[in-house]
């Protein structure tokens, strides 16, 4: 009995070295097939960083009203500007962050002006302050996006991994204002604004007379340069658009304009309700926006006859334009098909424009204002003449209480 207990006893020591040996070749295994595992992954991750476009940034702020357009500022107060921020891993990238338990991503902004100054930079938010500048500025962020891998772990010691770095930028312009005695007063100002009519004196037309507060001085003027002239204001115009530079006038750069928002937002909904049925328009083409008072009087312009002491044009708030998409030769197109082109093509604009008002009317919009159509512009120099229509928002009706019309043909 007692021979036999030993036997027991000593049986499991027999087997011992061959469960440890079993039992460390497991381990050494698990380990490396961990470390191979985490190798690859990190490996594909340095691959996957090559994406393109997995981080953007976007900006915001209350003046905007069409993104990636210069906003014409109404105000001469700091701009609250947020940058938010967009990545976009694929699924399969995103496994391999988890995989190999990177840290949640770091954020750096970095924000720049060409004009004015920025406070609250660094940060998300950040806000610009147009100062005493004039004319369009740029708000520029760039990001870095910092994605931090874990230490690649040896058996002795760790091996800091480089981080992977994304970089993102975009921008935002404006149109700062200015008054009228700034534009006056600046002595790179090109294009000569001139004095205003008194809207009460003796002289005025009936509309002057009767709403005086519309043909005051404008609130708001805005530097064009040659190089801010292509500058965005809306989806389909720009700034130049509606300055005094024309091919055929002589009017250099700087200049100051007035244009207003309600006229660029009726010509956006122009645009977009004729395109409703079908007529395919890129854009508009505009032969006149901005006509200074100097302008206007034809004492900067020889043989100027247009000029009508209060055209609203002085105020911003007016364009001449046609339709000239097929054929593109700086005339109105046959829109109403009939194979000539006369003041009936501009009325088939003017019927869009009717049924704008009318709503504008009703809703006591100020986009709401006068038309008329013309059979031939009143610019002699322009090389063709065109039929053409004039839209503005004056904000006012006639004594009909309907919006103002008019038809002038030859
Ligand atoms: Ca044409
Ligand atoms: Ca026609």
């Known amino acids: 009995m007692k021979e036999r207990k030993k036997r027991v006893a000593k049986k499991p020591k027999r087997f011992l070295p061959w469960v440890l040996c079993l039992g460390i070749v497991f381990l050494v295994s698990v380990a490396f097939g961990i470390k191979a595992y985490q190798a690859l992954g990190v490996e594909q991750l340095d691959r996957a960083s090559f994406e393109p476009a997995v981080f953007s ?73 147009p100062a005493d500048d004039h004319g369009v500025a740029t708000v520029t962020v760039r990001g870095r996006l910092v994605l931090t891998p874990p230490p690649e772990k040896g058996w002795l010691w760790s091996k800091k991994r480089e981080p992977l770095e994304y970089y993102a930028s975009t921008r935002q312009s404006f149109v700062i204002p200015s008054t009228y005695e700034q534009a006056s007063a600046d002595p790179e100002n090109r294009l000569v604004i001139g004095t205003y009519p008194v809207a009460l004196s003796a002289a005025a ?8 507060d519309r ?20 989806p389909h115009f720009r ?46 083409t505009l032969i006149s926006g901005f006509r200074p008072p100097e302008y206007n009087r034809g004492s900067i312009q020889k043989g100027a006859d247009l ?17 000239d998409v097929n054929p593109r030769d700086d005339v109105m197109d046959d829109l ?44 002699p120099e322009r090389p063709k ?15 009909y209480g309907l919006p103002v019309r008019w038809r002038e043909s030859e």
């Open 57 to 129: 940034l976007s900006l915001s702020c209350a003046e905007v009203l069409w993104q990636g357009c210069a906003p014409l500022l109404r105000h001469r107060n700091a701009v609250e500007l947020k940058v938010e921020h967009r990545i976009s891993f694929s699924t399969a990238t995103q496994n391999l962050f988890r995989q190999c338990g990177f840290a949640q991503p770091d954020l750096y902004y970095d924000w720049e002006t060409d004009k004015g100054f920025l406070s609250g930079a660094s940060s998300p938010k950040a806000r610009w302050n």
């Open 307 to 323: 000029k009508k002491p209060f055209s609203r044009h002085q105020y911003g708030d007016a364009v001449d334009m046609i339709i």
């Open 239 to 284: 700034i130049g658009d509606f300055d005094m530079c024309y091919p055929y006038l002589d009017y250099e750069y700087p200049q100051y304009i007035a244009v207003t928002v309600p006229l660029v937002q009726k010509l956006e909904l122009l645009l977009e309700r004729m395109n409703q049925d079908n007529h395919s328009l890129s854009s508009f």
């Open 205 to 212: 037309e009936r509309y002057p007379k009767i709403h005086p």
């Open 215 to 234: 043909y005051r001085v404008p609130d708001f003027f805005y530097k064009v340069t040659a190089e801010t002239a292509q500058t965005p204001i809306s």
């Open 336 to 379: 109403n098909g009939d194979g000539v082109i006369d003041i009936r093509d501009a009325e088939v604009v003017l019927k869009y424009v009717d049924e704008l008002d009318a709503r504008f009317l009703k809703e006591g919009s100020p986009m709401m204002g006068g038309a008329g159509v013309y059979s031939r512009h009143d610019i």
């Open 385 to 399: 003449q065109s039929p053409y229509i004039h839209i503005d928002t004056r904000d006012f009706t006639n004594s």
